[in-house]
């Protein structure tokens, strides 16, 4: 299918991947899982779940809702903690040749920076993703990605940090007056490239209980419900920043929803949500997008990024 | 059937793959549901003598929106299924005394995980309850490989009047139960837990959390279980379980907040 | 079905409705349309479109584009101007029973006090909504809601116009980064009631032309897509200000979804997007939110206004 | 039917009160469906002499989600319909020379209004055009109802190769037009009244906005219309339409930033 002239590779600041779809953080587990339904090699990349310090049990249960096109998660960021997540699951993905995306989650602005000193060295990573934006921390009123200083403090911390050994993606919460304020802020303070967006904040009550549904009382918004709000926060961002690569993301499940994120100005797209129905999501959203591309006579995914933002063809008629 | 519909599905070879305790997943409401994850039911039983092949049985409660969906499909419509997934119930190598516990349409599985264990040598006993008459799901054929099986409803409309727990602290008291297989509302599975705390009797229970992907991605089915060390996991009840041991899941913790490892 | 027992009547500030399901403003236009489909005066109160000073055209078309569980809308305040809306469609609504709450939109601060001006002496008037959160306006830059200063100085022109003649329910974005911040400012600044939430800014683009599909390039989000949204935001509004009513409203369809914005903490909902889709949704969703409270064993609709704040049950077992 | 499905509802007494220029609209997916608007389509033809009363005949073109989801409904399921909908043609109260001009689809509802026509005594002729063969809809039985058919294809696959609107400033200049009746495209009602710009000759369009609602609640739908003192008023086609004026609408404005009335 792929023709040699097509040239289906993408870049995320410094880091090169061979193709522009990849997981979602939070969405694949640590990879091992989803590799049962395809090769992980085949796709850009594997986007980790953000790891922070220490060990983490997150939120009790319920953790999920579904609604409309969409679902609640209030998952509160369990993890195994850093040390175990760089002794056992990063090895196992560069052992399978994925390239790898580690999402970094912190709870104060240092621990972002000694988490991203824990990664400098690490073999086979391509890039950090620092979610600032994650609202299901006990912390709400923390959430660092809706407040400009602590964003900043946060990139700076870790821009400081890695010095340039890795590329860092940002990634930003929907849930602000001005994304593309944020976006300047942390663009500003070091980030090569930004991820958007992480889950919207909602709730539902179980009208059964007559309480909050989640244990977490609130949750995220992802699924394909929230895509129009991601093209438009893409479609924003690219605008005000044209030359910051974005990793695009929200509801995406086919190729057609990739294409679109691309054409707000994605340079790459994240799956999510949609793997939760579908297991093999990922790689069908892949070649979805690349047939689409190549149909669209385009000759390289950078050709069609940010594509809608070109002038508009002017009145056919006088 | 009471209020459970029976599905009979043709699934091909995969039920060579099918354990007592493995559940399947389903995409339900059709190519432009709303309903964006899928539903988890346990497999009922398995025969690969069918018509076409292997067949699956499945036992569905209509619920909320997508089991009414998945029951108001018509015979020949073709399904979206991921199977088989989780990880069954353990079966003993040497004959045992087992008891089957079954709440609800949690009964399912147990029927096949009876045949199993009566081909095994064990001397298999079963209880289940409900509610009320229409909830208890107890297929004639099922009697057949059970050695006894005892009813009990809530509001005594079939069997005895109670709860499938009542018996079980005599039963353990007189040696008559090595390993207890359990399947139902959690609270039932804990309280079978309690019972059998501080005795040799083993439990194996099959959980049933909320579950958004069913194979290990989402993080949003786990429970509480103690290590060895006695700290705590937060295990996925999708690939960990759904069957666990009862003995180790820290029900007092399930939905609570705080949990620290 | 209604007992004499069950009280189904609520009030936004001094304005009494004898019960709590609505339209939502631009989702029954002026009112006639609907009314095909149910009598008006069977139903809390019609909404109507935001109306302006003068005459409006809106956005060119497309304007509609519809999205999983939603649609984007870019409609841009099409309206006759105040001077016919009073002379043509209020007289209407009043002659057919139906209870009114005028919607008003201004491009500047003192338009919004020359709208609450003509208002105040219209007979058969509940209540003013005051739309302050509309992102469809062409000055985007100056969506009112986003604001705290420019909300306040809404809401201070309004106040002092009316003069407590007429409760004052000022319309809040959700696309902001603390909606209860704002939502204290413009009670502070004299809003009797608050309405939750207008649409979220979205974005579709049409994957065949590659450029944006609205005419106004983005739009709003409604539609059961936003309900957790919704859901979320009324209750953080109720929980920061627990005495102020909420008119609720996002991705309502059904009785058990403005059941669902009653236990968060609104004293009424409005039925906005649903009735497109079904243009007797706004009675349906009233009988059967009626049918649900009585089946609740709650005897009236005060008593469910933000049940789901109540303290959670003690561990049962120790 | 070419690349067209037909289908046939039965919607009982309502056929009644639908004339040519109607449309319904029809809400789709099923019952959790994630199309939350419904979709409209023109009313082809209503007959009230079916087994089970009136039937009413759509023409669909399965396009996106919504049409492919109703052409792949079976015989006797039961949809979701509200008719009949928006302003009909008008028709005239002397017989004319009518020329009726149809664009893929568009086509559908022009065979129901040259029956009227004709009864009527009017003279009618028909141009149908579309980019392929695939795409003209023109069913046998309906040549019956006019006394002449022209077919175009922009690819010449069938019929002549050229636009409808080629024949039309010929028509009109030999005297044998009063009224044309349009449905298609935009860019063919479009055409036809700078075709008829100038001339006495009167242009009923079919128009089709995108429609969120259908019955006048939305303002979704709206079309630039002229007023008489030449201001310009946005007009929704689902009420004040799909039949509108031709010579009033501001085809040039329609899509265009910044007008104000
Ligand atoms: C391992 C496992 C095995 C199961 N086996 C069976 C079975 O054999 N027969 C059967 O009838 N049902 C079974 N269920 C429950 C089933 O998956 C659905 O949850 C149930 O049918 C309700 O779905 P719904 O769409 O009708 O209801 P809705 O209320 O519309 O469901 C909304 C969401 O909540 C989740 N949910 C609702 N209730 C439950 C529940 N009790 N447990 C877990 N998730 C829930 C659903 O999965 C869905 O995502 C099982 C669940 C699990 C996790
Ligand atoms: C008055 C009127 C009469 C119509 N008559 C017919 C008919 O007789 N036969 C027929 O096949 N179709 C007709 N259509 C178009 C039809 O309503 C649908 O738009 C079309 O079937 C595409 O819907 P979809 O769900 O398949 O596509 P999707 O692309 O999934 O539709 C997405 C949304 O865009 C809207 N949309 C997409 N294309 C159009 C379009 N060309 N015009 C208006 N809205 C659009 C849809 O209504 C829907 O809300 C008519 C439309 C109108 C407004
Ligand atoms: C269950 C779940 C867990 C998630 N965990 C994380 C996480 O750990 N870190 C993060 O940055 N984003 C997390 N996200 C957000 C996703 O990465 C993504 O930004 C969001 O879900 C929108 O994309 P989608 O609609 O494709 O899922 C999580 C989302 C879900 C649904
Ligand atoms: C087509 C359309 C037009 C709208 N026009 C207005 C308006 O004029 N003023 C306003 O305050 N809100 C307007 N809204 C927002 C709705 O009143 C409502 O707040 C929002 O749609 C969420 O509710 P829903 O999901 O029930 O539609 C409009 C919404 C739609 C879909
Ligand atoms: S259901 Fe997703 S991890 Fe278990
Ligand atoms: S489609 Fe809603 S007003 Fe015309």
């Given at each position: 299918?792929?023709?040699?002239?097509?040239?289906?590779?993408?870049?995320?600041?410094?880091?090169?991947?061979p193709?522009?779809v990849?997981?979602?953080?939070g969405?694949?587990?640590?990879?091992?899982?989803?590799?049962?339904?395809?090769?992980?090699d085949?796709?850009?990349?594997?986007?980790t779940?953000?790891?922070?310090?220490?060990?983490?049990?997150?939120?009790?249960?319920?953790?999920?809702?579904?609604?409309?096109?969409?679902?609640l998660?209030?998952i509160?960021?369990?993890?195994?903690?850093?040390?175990?997540f760089?002794?056992?699951?990063?090895?196992?993905?560069?052992?399978?040749?994925?390239?790898?995306?580690?999402?970094?989650?912190?709870?104060?602005?240092?621990?972002?920076?000694v988490?991203?000193?824990?990664?400098?060295?690490?073999?086979?990573?391509?890039?950090?993703?620092?979610?600032?934006?994650?609202?299901?921390v006990?912390?709400?009123?923390?959430v660092?990605?809706?407040?400009?200083?602590s964003?900043?403090?946060?990139?700076?911390?870790v821009?400081?940090?890695?010095?340039?050994?890795?590329?860092?993606?940002?990634k930003?919460?929907?849930?602000?007056t001005?994304i593309?304020?944020?976006?300047k802020?942390?663009?500003?303070?070091?980030?090569?490239?930004?991820?958007?967006?992480?889950?919207?904040?909602?709730?539902?009550?179980?009208?059964?209980t007559?309480?909050?549904?989640?244990?977490?009382?609130?949750?995220?918004?992802?699924?394909?419900?929230?895509?129009?709000?991601?093209?438009?926060?893409?479609?924003?961002?690219?605008?005000?920043l044209?030359?910051?690569?974005?990793l695009?993301?929200?509801g995406?499940?086919?190729?057609?929803?990739?294409f679109?994120?691309?054409l707000a100005?994605?340079?790459?797209?994240?799956?999510?949500?949609?793997?939760?129905?579908?297991?093999?999501a990922?790689?069908q959203?892949?070649n979805e997008?690349?047939?689409?591309?190549?149909?669209?006579g385009?000759n390289?995914?950078?050709?069609?990024?940010?594509?809608?933002?070109?002038?508009?063809?002017?009145?056919?008629?006088? | 059937?009471?209020?459970?519909?029976q599905?009979?599905?043709?699934?091909?070879?995969?039920?060579?793959?099918?354990?007592?305790?493995?559940?399947?997943?389903?995409?339900?409401?059709?190519?432009?549901?709303?309903?964006?994850?899928?539903?988890?039911?346990?497999?009922?039983?398995?025969?690969?003598?069918?018509e076409?092949?292997?067949?699956?049985?499945?036992?569905?409660?209509?619920?909320?929106?997508?089991?009414?969906?998945?029951c108001?499909?018509?015979?020949?419509?073709?399904l979206?299924i991921?199977?088989?997934?989780?990880?069954?119930?353990?079966?003993?190598?040497?004959p045992v005394?087992?008891?089957?516990?079954?709440g609800?349409?949690g009964?399912?599985?147990?029927?096949?995980?009876?045949?199993?264990?009566?081909?095994?040598?064990?001397?298999?006993?079963?209880?289940?309850?409900?509610?009320?008459?229409?909830?208890?799901?107890?297929?004639?054929?099922?009697?057949?490989?059970v050695?006894s099986?005892?009813i009990?409803?809530?509001?005594?409309?079939t069997?005895?009047m109670?709860?499938?727990?009542?018996?079980?602290?005599?039963?353990?008291?007189d040696?008559?139960?090595?390993?207890?297989?359990?399947c139902?509302?959690?609270?039932?599975?804990?309280?079978?837990?309690?019972?059998?705390?501080?005795?040799?009797v083993?439990?194996?229970?099959?959980?049933?959390?909320?579950?958004?992907?069913?194979?290990g991605?989402?993080?949003?089915?786990?429970?509480?279980?103690?290590k060895?060390?006695?700290?705590?996991?937060?295990l996925?009840s999708?690939?960990?379980?759904?069957?666990?041991?009862?003995a180790?899941?820290?029900?007092?913790?399930?939905?609570?907040?705080?949990m620290?490892?």
């Open positions: 299918m792929r023709e040699s002239t097509f040239d289906f590779s993408t870049t995320l600041g410094s880091a090169w991947f193709a522009p990849f997981t979602a953080s969405c694949a587990s640590s990879g091992r899982e989803l590799s049962q339904f395809f090769p992980l085949s796709i850009g990349a594997v986007v779940k953000s790891v922070m310090l220490k060990e983490r049990l997150g939120r009790p249960t319920p953790r999920m809702a579904e609604t409309p096109s969409g679902m998660n209030s509160g960021l369990q993890g195994p903690g850093i040390d175990a760089l002794a056992k699951d990063v090895p196992w993905l560069v052992e399978n040749n994925a390239r790898v995306i580690v999402s970094i989650a912190g709870e104060t602005v240092d621990e972002y920076g988490l991203a000193r824990r990664l400098r060295s690490v073999p086979g990573i391509s890039a950090v993703e620092v979610n600032i934006s994650c609202p299901n006990d912390n709400r009123g923390l660092f990605a809706c407040d400009p200083e964003a900043k403090a946060v990139v700076d911390s821009r400081r940090t890695l010095a340039g050994d890795l590329p860092i993606i940002v930003l919460s929907p849930d602000v001005n593309a304020a944020i976006a802020i942390v663009v500003d303070a070091g980030a090569d490239a930004l991820a958007l967006i992480n889950t919207l904040l909602g709730m539902v009550i179980n009208t059964e007559m309480f909050p549904h989640l244990g977490g009382k609130t949750g995220g918004l992802s699924g394909p419900a929230i895509r129009p709000v991601a093209v438009r926060a893409i479609y924003q961002v690219h605008e005000a044209p030359t910051v690569p974005i695009g993301m929200g995406v499940r086919t190729g057609r929803d990739a679109e994120m691309i100005g994605a340079s790459g797209v994240s799956v999510g949500t949609a793997s939760f129905g579908n297991p093999s990922v790689i959203v892949q997008l690349e047939t689409l591309l190549m149909s669209k385009f390289s995914v950078r050709e069609a990024i940010g594509f809608a933002h070109r002038p508009a063809p002017g009145p056919s008629s006088t | 059937m009471g209020q459970y519909h599905l009979l599905i043709n699934v091909g070879e995969v039920v060579r793959h099918c354990k007592p305790g493995n559940f399947v997943a389903i995409s339900v409401g059709g190519e432009n549901s709303s309903l964006i994850l899928r539903r988890a039911f346990a497999i009922s039983r398995v025969s690969d003598r069918g076409y092949g292997g067949t699956m049985e499945l036992i569905v409660a209509p619920h909320g929106s997508g089991s009414r969906w998945l108001a499909q018509e015979v020949g419509n073709s979206d991921i199977a088989p997934l989780g990880t069954p119930f353990g079966i003993p190598t040497a005394q087992a008891l089957l516990v079954g609800g349409y009964s399912a599985p147990l029927f096949g995980l009876a045949e199993v264990l009566k081909s095994r040598g064990c001397r298999v006993d079963m209880i289940l309850g409900a509610s009320t008459v229409a909830k208890i799901y107890a297929p004639i054929e099922g009697k057949r490989s050695n099986l005892k009990f409803t809530e509001d005594g409309s069997g005895q109670g709860k499938v727990t009542d018996l079980i602290p005599g039963l353990i008291a040696g008559q139960v090595d390993v207890i297989y359990s139902g509302p959690m609270g039932m599975l804990s309280a079978i837990s309690r019972i059998t705390q501080g005795t040799d083993v439990h194996q229970c099959a959980v049933e959390e909320a579950m958004a992907c069913g194979v991605i989402c993080m949003t089915c786990v429970l509480p279980v103690r060895e060390d006695g700290t705590i996991s937060m996925r999708c690939i960990d379980g759904p069957v666990m041991d009862g180790l899941v820290a029900w007092e913790l399930v939905g609570k907040n705080g620290t490892p």
